[in-house]
């Protein structure tokens, strides 16, 4: 195995994980069919989405009045 494919495999598990963690649930997402670039970008996605939930929990926190 090259370091190109261990570097993929890392990506698919941690995408695994990260949806898992997310949500609870596993779901059964052939990740391994999507190309690099498609998994890089929904690792953005992903993280730009715990990013947003973070900031509303901050928000909520600070002004908790204006839900």
């Not at 570097?7 to 997402?29: D, K």
């Amino acid at each position: 195995m090259d370091q190109r494919d261990y570097q993929r495999r890392r990506l698919v598990e941690w995408l695994v994980a990260e949806i898992t963690r997310t949500t609870g649930r596993r779901y059964r997402i052939k990740l391994e069919a999507l190309d690099d670039e498609s998994l890089r970008e929904l690792q953005r996605l992903l993280r730009d989405l715990d990013h947003e939930k973070q900031m509303a929990v901050q928000q909520a926190r600070l002004q908790p009045w204006r839900r």
